[in-house]
C-alpha cells in the first residue's frame, strides 16, 4: 500500500505541479513540504484543490487529504516495533 494523497471532496489527485499560492506570492506544492511554505513558513491547515488541472476549488483540512495515512502510520509503526526487538 502507498500513501494515497487526494482532495477529500472530488478524489482529484496532485500531479506535483506547483499549484499553491502562499499569502507571500510563492508558489509551490504544497504536498512536498507538509503544507509549510518554502519562502515564508507559513504552516496552511487547509488546502484548496486547484480548479485548472481537473480539481473542484474546495478548500478542506490539509491532513485530511492524505487518505489512506491511519494504515500508512500503523505500516511504519509496526516496521520501527519489529527493529527494535531485534
Not at 499549484?19 to 510563492?26: D, K, V
Not at 512536498?32 to 478548500?59: F, M, N, R
Request: charged letters at 20%; aromatic letters at 12%.
Amino acid at each position: 500500500m502507498y500513501l494515497k494523497i487526494a482532495c477529500p471532496v472530488c478524489n482529484w489527485e496532485p500531479d506535483g505541479g506547483t499549484h499553491r499560492q502562499c499569502i507571500c506570492g510563492f508558489f509551490w506544492n504544497t504536498f512536498d513540504t507538509g503544507a509549510k511554505c518554502l519562502k515564508c513558513s507559513k504552516i496552511w491547515k487547509e488546502t484548496q484543490c486547484p480548479v485548472i488541472p481537473g480539481g473542484c476549488g474546495s478548500w478542506s483540512k490539509h491532513i485530511n487529504w492524505y487518505q489512506n495515512l491511519a494504515e500508512e502510520m500503523q505500516k511504519e509503526m509496526n516496521s520501527i516495533h519489529q527493529k527494535s526487538d531485534i
